[in-house]
């Protein structure tokens, strides 16, 4: 009876939280929240709090079972800086997630100045690797999340790092130029690369662990697979000295005791949660409920602690901050086409001279260098055409009926803008020129070729990219101020917004078939002397 009367203190709990967070959220769906799907009674008398479902609004229902739900008012810098600034650990790491398929768009600017962090590490072996600040030290890691997106197998992205930390350091600016980058971990909750890693490096620093980053970059997936759960035994025959078989016969007690603490904690937080922005602690558990996820943005709609190790550390997941907001320009039932969920397998599209590429009517790639033929490689999870220009423009500005499929809204025509003029000015002859540079064929060196072949990736946010290349001889090339002239492409996107480039990474040549073995089958025997040979044997056996 008194464990029933805990159950209901935390269903009545559970319901007037759940209304909080959605009055100061904003939203009108959390409404008659039901949080057990059966009655008390149905779960009998002998049941432990981690046997009893969790509690859920009709929010998280809506979004696990049917897909639907608002986004919330995704908060800015200042209020995730004051919740960390709460935090009830004098040690704090910081993880800051970004999206592999629109590498490094959803990188936060700034983000270890605006939140008061700790220095990174430069590249002198005498810097310093750890101070503290008012009795605190915060240190700052980047974790690139959906990294199977980027090369079919773990060894190829392994591979990729050198290139991945050149694209982050160009993209943190002058901050970026003397670090060391080697907090950069790439992982895949997906394919399970590197999460057991990063699991030890939370378990080892202990503390706070804080997941930062934007919407719908996969914080919440990856807070799942990388959050130590099922150790606690661990930490208890640690502290206590005693066996594994003794800390068993103690979990009764503690779990009884993290019910009841449960209890006030939520009447704590009632009390002060005008106070505080940060919530209280969820009661530690051997396997607790992992945060929701959800392909929708702003899943996540306040701070959730899960602790680990019988008080060693929590890791905490942040609602993302704001990211570009390219859905706002799609039919709504379209919108979750744009999240690439696994690696696509581009097609060669080839844009000659008076031609566009169109990308599902939202974005339009058109090449400004006369005599030049682009080979685009979109990894994109939209449909990709080649038409001529003019076709092309009057599709993307919605001048023009066709059968291609676009997914843009009906007004979103009258808001195409041009995103900037892109240079291919990477010279990447050397990947692409075959058996002629190869070690293992002619090797030979770029500078004899006759041509360059130049590069780039254009990024589209929250969607992928395209792999742009073009073959240039070196006779007929101009230059300028600054060297050779590169061809160029002009790029049109809603507001003229959500496009980027970065060096390019190559991703055509991994995972492409080998061209040496398609059409390859085992040599026709000889049959000159078969018979002959036959007889012989037949002779020799009757003899």
């Not at 009998?44 to 897909?67: D, K």
């Not at 990174?120 to 980047?142: I, P, V």
């Not at 070690?439 to 990736?457: E, H, I, Q």
């Not at 991994?510 to 061209?515: A, F």
Request: hydrophobic share 35%; net charge positive; glycine share 8%.
């Amino acid at each position: 009876m008194a464990l029933r009367g805990v159950l209901r203190t935390l269903e009545a709990t559970a319901i007037k939280e759940s209304h909080a967070i959605a009055s100061s959220v904003g939203l009108e769906t959390i409404q008659n929240t039901a949080p057990l799907a059966q009655p008390l009674e149905y779960y009998g008398e002998n049941v432990t709090s981690e046997e009893l479902p969790m509690p859920i609004c009709n929010r998280c229902h809506s979004l696990l079972h049917h897909n639907e739900g608002r986004s919330i008012i995704h908060p800015g810098l200042q209020s995730i800086q004051t919740i960390i600034d709460e935090s009830p650990y004098s040690y704090n790491h910081i993880y800051h997630v970004l999206d592999a398929a629109d590498f490094p768009l959803s990188l936060v600017p700034q983000l270890q100045r605006r939140l008061d962090l700790m220095p990174q590490r430069s590249q002198n072996r005498r810097s310093k690797t750890r101070s503290f600040s008012h009795g605190r030290r915060a240190e700052l890691s980047f974790i690139i999340t959906r990294s199977d997106l980027l090369a079919p197998q773990k060894e190829q992205v392994d591979s990729l790092m050198p290139y991945l930390q050149e694209v982050l350091r160009d993209a943190l600016g002058a901050s970026g130029k003397d670090v060391r980058l080697g907090n950069v971990r790439c992982v895949s909750a997906k394919r399970g690369w590197w999460t057991k890693q990063v699991k030890e490096e939370i378990w080892e620093r202990g503390g706070g662990g804080w997941m930062v980053g934007k919407v719908n970059v996969g914080k919440s997936n990856l807070f799942e697979c990388i959050f130590p759960k099922g150790r606690r035994d661990e930490t208890l025959t640690k502290l206590e000295g005693s066996s594994i078989q003794h800390c068993r016969q103690d979990m009764g007690s503690l779990r009884s005791q993290a019910t009841i603490g449960a209890v006030k904690v939520a009447v704590d937080r009632s009390v002060n949660a005008e106070d505080s922005l940060l919530p209280p602690a969820q009661p530690e558990m051997r396997f607790p409920i992992m945060p929701t996820v959800s392909n929708l943005p702003g899943t996540t709609a306040s701070p959730i602690r899960i602790p680990f190790g019988n008080g060693k550390g929590e890791l905490i997941d942040l609602p993302g901050l704001a990211r570009g907001s390219l859905e706002d320009h799609v039919i709504e039932s379209h919108r979750s086409h744009l999240v690439m969920r696994q690696r696509v397998k581009p097609e060669q599209f080839v844009i000659k001279p008076g031609q566009s590429l169109l990308i599902a009517g939202l974005i339009r790639i058109t090449c400004t260098t006369p005599e030049v033929t682009i080979l685009a490689y979109p990894f994109v999870p939209l449909s990709v055409h080649v038409t001529s220009t003019e076709k092309a423009i009057a599709i993307h500005t919605q001048t023009q009926t066709s059968g291609i499929p676009i997914i843009a809204r009906p007004e979103a025509g009258q808001k195409m803008r041009l995103a900037g003029s892109f240079e291919l000015r990477w010279d990447v002859t050397r990947q692409r020129a075959g058996p002629l540079t190869s070690s293992s064929a002619a090797a030979l060196n770029t500078r004899v070729l006759p041509f360059v072949v130049y590069s780039t990736d254009v990024l589209i946010e929250g969607c992928g990219w395209v792999e742009l290349a073009a073959q240039v001889r070196k006779k007929g090339m101009k230059s300028t101020g600054s060297g050779k002239e590169c061809p160029a492409v002009d790029i049109w996107s809603p507001n003229g917004d959500y496009i980027a480039a970065r060096r390019p990474m190559n991703g055509w040549l991994m995972g492409r078939p080998n061209p040496t073995s398609v059409g390859r089958t085992r040599p026709r025997r000889s049959m000159r002397g078969v018979k002959k040979s036959l007889k012989q044997k037949m002779r020799d056996s009757s003899s």
